[in-house]
């Protein structure tokens, strides 16, 4: 039976845990993206969960089926299954469209007209993790204003966060491996992005209609994206779902403490495939660090599903070094 995930959640409360992957396939999959995959999936198999598998190609640059293509293999390679998809969010626009007409028509966004400059020069960088607080320029203009600019170049869309004293302006949550966590949309990130002005959906938003859609309750991923949590919560209460459980994980990072990239093509699953390793060096490597195995240790993904806990990530949040495996 195909699923329809253009309505209704379709996931219930009877499946208990429902994870998902939700790799973009912007190049090979590297041992960051694979540590992330494992910890989603023991997390729901170690619950009798079930796991979801979403290929976030919404950017044209990451729509390219021979890269949806390996990354699937590589996650099956690993010992990782799912019992739904792949859903391709590339196909879904008229989705995600919805959403964004619901909040404009509720008064929610407005057109931004700020470019990539613009919006350097007028907003104050974001001290941990580089990202902007947009300051407002374009949140009150007036409707002759909008239409004059519109003339002049497209525009992107923004969400009104709510200011300080408003319900939801300060958005508390409680994080599987980061533990409690509170913030603040306007001083963290002000109004944000839910259309870029190429016309592309913000990965905010589909994130959340997906993870909503699709019945996600448990988003397990990298800590790089523990900063999307206020927002992403915050979006699904403006759209009117409950907002899913969100476990973050330590990041890999090169030798160097630079985080892994696609210039790390000796630590993507491709070469080290290609060098003979087996599935269960890479699980041991990547899981000796959090202490989920022994150093030296072979491990397959189903024993670590019996093994996973999340104390264990909660004792181990610093990154891990991707030489683990040399
Ligand atoms: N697609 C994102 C990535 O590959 C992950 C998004 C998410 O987990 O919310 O980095």
Redesign the pocket.
């Known amino acids: 039976m195909s699923t329809d995930v253009r309505t209704a959640p379709h996931g219930s409360a009877a499946h208990g845990v429902v994870g998902r992957f939700?790799?973009?396939p912007s190049g090979r999959m590297h041992l960051g993206?694979a540590f992330s995959a494992l910890m989603a999936w023991a997390s729901a198999r170690s619950a009798g969960g079930r796991m979801v598998l979403r290929i976030?190609d919404l950017d044209p640059r990451a729509q390219d089926s021979r890269r949806s293509e390996l990354l699937m293999d590589d996650l099956r390679w690993l010992g990782l299954d799912w019992d739904e998809g792949p859903h391709f969010q590339s196909q879904r626009t008229e989705v995600y469209l919805g959403a964004l007409e619901e909040l404009r028509q509720r008064g929610l966004t407005y057109p931004c007209f700020c470019s990539r400059s613009e919006l350097h020069a007028a907003t104050a960088p974001h001290a941990s993790d580089g990202t902007y607080v947009y300051s407002g320029t374009c949140r009150d203009l007036s409707a002759e204003e909008v239409a004059r600019r519109s003339r002049e170049r497209p525009s992107a869309t923004r969400l009104r966060v709510p200011r300080r004293g408003e319900p939801d302006a300060s958005i508390a949550f409680e994080d599987l491996g980061f533990g409690q966590r509170e913030e603040s949309l306007e001083s963290e990130c002000g109004d944000f992005l839910v259309r870029r002005s190429d016309g592309v959906v913000a990965?905010q938003l589909a994130?959340v209609v997906d993870d909503a859609l699709m019945g996600i309750n448990q988003?397990v991923?990298?800590r790089d994206?523990l900063g999307?949590v206020a927002r992403q919560t915050y979006l699904a209460h403006v759209l009117g779902h409950e907002a899913p459980t969100f476990g973050h994980v330590p990041l890999v990072v090169a030798p160097s403490g630079r985080r892994l990239s696609k210039r790390d093509r000796d630590l993507d699953l491709g070469a080290l495939r290609a060098s003979g390793v087996k599935p269960q060096r890479v699980i041991g490597a990547l899981c000796q660090d959090v202490g989920l195995a022994e150093p030296g240790e072979e491990l397959a993904a189903d024993e670590l599903a019996r093994r996973f806990s999340w104390d264990a990530i909660r004792s181990h949040r610093d990154d891990l070094v991707a030489d683990a495996l040399a």
């Open positions: 939700a790799p973009t993206n976030e990965y994130v988003v991923r990298g994206l999307s």
